[in-house]
């Protein structure tokens, strides 16, 4: 008897071992593959962020342009501003994501609350 309580404690701990490599191994995986992501979107914050200091080099152009034309002028320089500090915003949110770690992330989500 003493064997066959042996021999299921056995079994049921190397199905318990075995269900925790695969879930070792799917959440390796899964932060491998929200590292990529991470990287992604900060790649392409980056791209629209330069895109934004296109705009706002148009936007001063189009400045100078109605410079004559005052309150089409004025429009134009607030246009500029703002469109100046969104890109400082998304430059911001850019920072963040690359420093963002996927793996701390993890331990802050299953870390127990008080």
Do not use: C, W, Y
Request: glycine letters at 8%; hydrophobic letters at 50%; zero cysteines.
């Amino acid at each position: 008897m003493q064997r066959a309580v042996a021999f299921l404690l056995a079994l049921v701990g190397g199905a318990a071992f075995l269900f925790l490599v695969k879930l070792m191994h799917d959440m390796t995986a899964h932060m491998a593959r929200m590292t990529d992501q991470v990287a992604a979107i900060s790649a392409d914050l980056g791209r629209v962020h330069a895109q934004m200091e296109t705009l706002t080099g148009h936007v001063a152009a189009m400045e100078a342009s109605v410079r004559h034309m005052g309150p089409m002028a004025e429009d134009m320089r607030a246009m500029g501003e703002n469109i100046g500090s969104m890109a400082g915003v998304v430059h911001k949110g850019g920072e963040q994501i690359e420093r963002l770690n996927p793996m701390q992330m993890l331990e802050q989500m299953t870390r127990p609350r008080r």
